[in-house]
């Protein structure tokens, strides 16, 4: 008898989405389409309490624990087995750090199949900040953070001041906002930055989709042993013999597949792959 494949152990399941700022949106029509499986969004407790982006609240933990966290709290409130949740965390980009970087992080947790998915996606950001004193300064600010598509936070001072609005989606908000700021200012400076929320930030909801489909790939790939979902690249093997004079290189010669239930894996080498070129070789090119 055939092993069922992932996508028939997940149809039909209802999986848990502890969220207050849309993900839903981008997360649930994907599970449906792809693994006929149901997110559903559940309510009942402030996200915020975890950590905000405008620094009310620090984060406990590092992404993937937050990410953790939300899900399971998901599961408890839900009182379903399966749950997902899902962060972002903000900072310069990976290569020239010259601008700003989003990489979000999606985890699946299923407590009747005992396995825990996650994947990654990042891309640049809509991550703008910075203090203007007049109108004029504002509204030069503001569509280069691409308002009102992507909403703003107002505060006065700096980036530190405990007054703050956030949600600002309108011309007439923005301004009103920037004379409440500047008259509670103790110089008339004023801080504006891009709302993070996932539904005030079309481009980090963009990327928590792309996390979505990787998660979805990952989530399709059973293991042919078990047929656990989730059977994925778990490291690269290093070796790949130089071009010049075949020494081992630190370029991949091979990648290894596990499974993340039982102890199956794959060594998979990949054909394309002869030589390396001696500009990656330690001993050509030291």
């Known amino acids: 008898m055939n092993k069922p494949t992932s996508i028939e152990i997940l149809a039909g399941e209802r999986i848990a989405l502890l969220t207050q700022h849309g993900k839903e949106s981008v997360i649930a029509p994907r599970f449906l389409e792809a693994l006929n499986a149901h ?31 939300k899900a399971r709290l998901g599961m408890q409130l839900a009182g379903l087995s399966r749950g997902m949740g899902s962060e972002g965390a903000f900072g310069p980009d990976p290569i020239a750090g010259l601008i700003p970087w989003d990489v979000e992080l999606v985890i699946y947790i299923d407590d009747c199949l005992e396995i825990e ?20 300064d504002l509204d030069r600010f503001s569509d280069e953070a691409a308002f009102p598509g992507h909403h703003l936070v107002v505060r006065p001072n700096n980036e530190h001041d405990p007054m703050v609005r956030k949600g600002i989606s309108t011309r007439r908000e923005l301004h009103t906002a920037f ?13 504006v930055e891009s709302d993070l929320r996932a539904y005030a930030n079309p481009t980090r909801m963009r990327t928590i989709a792309a996390a979505t489909d990787e998660l979805i790939r990952r989530l399709c790939n059973a293991c042919p042993m078990c ?43 990949d054909s394309t792959l002869v030589r390396a070129d001696p500009g990656h070789c330690d001993y050509c090119n030291p």
């Open 227 to 269: 047929a656990a979902p989730g059977f994925w690249l778990t490291e690269r093997i290093p070796g790949l013999p130089c071009s010049c004079c075949g020494m081992p290189t630190r370029q991949p010669k091979a990648e290894k597949y596990a499974c993340i239930k039982c102890s199956h894996a794959v060594v998979r080498e």
């Open 179 to 191: 004379q409440w700021a500047k008259a509670a200012s103790t110089h008339g400076t004023v801080f």
């Open 117 to 136: 998915v996650t994947a990654w996606a990042s891309a640049p950001a809509r991550h703008h900040h910075r203090s203007v004193t007049s109108v004029e």
């Open 39 to 69: 997110v559903e969004r559940v309510a009942g407790f402030d996200t915020d309490q975890l950590g905000t982006f405008t620094r009310e609240v620090a984060r406990a933990g590092n992404q993937l624990e937050a990410a953790r966290q």
